[in-house]
C-alpha cells in the first residue's frame, strides 16, 4: 500500500485523473464566472 492510499482514500493514479477533472472543472466555473460579471459590466457597469 502506497502513502496515497493510506492518506486519500485513492490510488497514485486515481488522484491524479481526480486532479485533472477538477482542475479542469475549475476552469469552467472561473470562465462562466468572468462571462457572468461581463455580462452584469455591459447592463450595468458599476465604475
Do not use: D
Amino acid at each position: 500500500m502506497s502513502m496515497y492510499e493510506k492518506s486519500g482514500g485513492m490510488t497514485e493514479e486515481e488522484a491524479i485523473r481526480f486532479n485533472k477533472y477538477w482542475i479542469a472543472g475549475t476552469g469552467v466555473w472561473v470562465m462562466g464566472a468572468v462571462m457572468a460579471h461581463l455580462l452584469a459590466w455591459s447592463w450595468r457597469p458599476w465604475f
